[in-house]
């Protein structure tokens, strides 16, 4: 830390975390406006793991750029497509929803596998974007823009800690805390040992 008090290096708002175990979950701003949003995270609850931590907002042009900073770096390999314009046109003061997700480790290429190619036609049926997907890449190179294809969940566990950077913010860390999925019984005698531990007296 500095002396100031802030992380010395990026994301040190978010260190400690166990990040094998979460991801961060991206609505799109298409699956918002189809009414999809609640199916697709349904989708992915449905497959083992919590989802917890929702936040529906508005998207800023700059955490779009953060988020697709890949695309930034490589935007001379896309050609007939200006990426910021393109980012831009499909987030910037759009509706949004993110959501943490929590599981096993290698929740990542799990989740990321149930999304289904990048490409709504070339993506498997049983998949969200296979099942729910409308757009195509073909429809989008041809337009100039970026396919439409619902949802986003992080690469693996450093693309998680910058999407909650990105998303929520350091204020926001009390969210990755793992849910307690113990029996309430259990959970109040954690919390309250002496209270459920027997009176020596009685044995």
Same mark, same amino acid.
């Given at each position: 830390m500095t002396t100031a008090g802030k992380p010395s290096w990026?994301?040190?708002?978010?260190?400690?975390?166990?990040?094998?175990?979460? @991801?961060?979950? +991206?609505?799109?701003?298409?699956?918002?406006? $189809?009414?999809? *949003?609640? !199916?697709?995270?349904?989708?992915i609850a449905a497959c083992g793991v919590t989802v917890l931590g929702r936040l529906d907002l508005t998207a800023r042009a700059w955490q779009a750029h953060v988020h697709y900073w890949d695309l930034l770096v490589?935007?001379?390999?896309?050609t007939g497509r200006?990426?910021? @314009?393109?980012?831009?046109?499909?987030?910037?003061?759009?509706?949004? $929803?993110v959501a943490l997700a929590h599981g096993d480790?290698?929740?990542?290429?799990?989740?990321?596998? +149930?999304?289904?190619?990048?490409?709504? $036609?070339q993506a498997a049926k049983g998949t969200i974007r296979g099942d729910l997907g409308r757009d195509s890449l073909e429809a989008a190179l041809a337009g100039g823009r970026l396919v439409n294809n619902l949802v986003h969940t992080s690469d693996d566990p450093d693309a998680a800690r910058r999407d909650f950077g990105t998303w929520y913010g350091a204020?926001?860390?009390?969210? +990755? *805390?793992?849910?307690?999925?113990?029996?309430?019984? !259990?959970?109040a005698a954690a919390e309250h040992p002496l209270r459920h531990t027997p009176d020596w007296r009685s044995a």
């Open positions: 990026s994301g040190g708002v978010v260190d400690g975390v166990d990040w094998d175990r979460w @991801t961060v979950i +991206l609505c799109k701003p298409d699956c918002a406006e $189809t009414g999809l *949003t609640n !199916q697709v995270l349904e989708r490589d935007a001379d390999w896309f200006d990426i910021p @314009t393109a980012l831009d046109a499909l987030y910037a003061d759009k509706p949004v $929803t480790a290698g929740i990542h290429g799990r989740l990321r596998g +149930l999304l289904g190619n990048f490409d709504p $036609t204020r926001r860390r009390g969210l +990755l *805390t793992p849910p307690d999925h113990r029996p309430p019984h !259990q959970r």
